[in-house]
């Protein structure tokens, strides 16, 4: 379980990179902005929106995962059971599988939409 809890991290943080690199030209931004003359305190959210956009996506495929694994644990669980069924069992399985996967390309898609936002 530790080794799974350490590759997921490692997922998260790889994916959160992009978005924390955008740190030094947002801190450059806003030098620029205060040079010429707009309040101090405001800050450019797009290192946040990258944040945000980076987690999202990291727990929409974490999510996806163990929901799929639980979902093909079940099926098989069920197809032990009464194996004249399996072929019903399995083609439930995949519809289910096919509606999960919707749901993480459904973040991807966002991400890809407002990931634009964050230049």
């Known amino acids: ?17 992009p978005a924390l690199a955008l ?4 801190s450059t931004q806003e030098k620029a902005v205060q040079v010429q003359g707009t309040q101090p305190g405001t800050t450019n959210s797009s290192a946040n929106l990258g944040l945000a956009l980076a987690f999202a996506l990291g727990v929409a495929a974490l ?9 093909i644990a079940k ?6 059971r009464q194996p004249e069924a399996g072929a019903r069992i399995q083609g439930m399985m995949i519809i289910g599988l096919a509606l999960i996967e919707t749901l993480v390309i459904y973040v ?12």
């Open 1 to 17: 379980m530790l080794k799974k809890g350490l590759a997921v991290l490692a997922i998260v943080g790889i994916m959160a990179a």
């Open 23 to 26: 740190d030094a030209a947002t």
């Open 63 to 71: 999510g996806g995962a163990f929901s799929q694994s639980n979902a």
């Open 75 to 80: 099926a098989v669980d069920a197809v032990a």
């Open 108 to 119: 991807l898609l966002i991400c890809f939409v407002w990931g634009g936002k964050i230049i």
